[in-house]
């Protein structure tokens, strides 16, 4: 296995781990039912953004965190959306700039939740769908 070299293996990273999403009982639904992500438009944002924070391409011009607000958000959906990325890059990459990926990972699902949390999104009734 090898490290992340270049923007074929953030396309790998980024198409598998949002395949798993997709596929996710939770976060699918999220994305696919309440968002309805149009994934041929996704994809590529996401591949210019973890392209932009890997090898600094300056592709990616957003603000994630702003298009996550209305959604229905737990703070345990952080920890599965974390946990898919992690798995994902841990099946097709090893090194450096892998670790890294995950490094970067983790601090925004932190930040995420922790600006959710700030912004009183989250449903603390356990009262969510799938």
């Known amino acids: 296995m090898h490290d992340i070299r270049d923007d074929n293996d953030v396309k790998t990273l980024v198409h598998n781990f949002y ?29 210019d953004f973890w392209s932009n924070l890997l ?21 345990e959906d952080f920890g599965r959306w974390l946990e898919l990325f992690e798995d994902t890059v841990d099946q097709h990459f090893s090194g450096e700039r892998a670790d890294y ?3 970067m990972a983790r601090k925004i699902a932190s930040s995420f939740s922790i ?5 009183g999104k989250f449903n603390h009734t356990n009262e969510k769908q799938p």
């Open 55 to 75: 090898f600094q391409t300056r592709r990616y011009k957003g603000r994630p965190f702003r298009q996550h607000l209305p959604l229905p958000l737990e703070q």
């Open 101 to 103: 990926a995950k490094e």
């Open 115 to 119: 600006r959710m949390e700030m912004e």
């Open 19 to 47: 395949n798993n999403v997709e596929q996710d009982e939770r976060l699918g639904y999220i994305f696919n039912d309440v968002a309805g992500v149009d994934w041929d438009h996704h994809l590529p944002r996401m591949v």
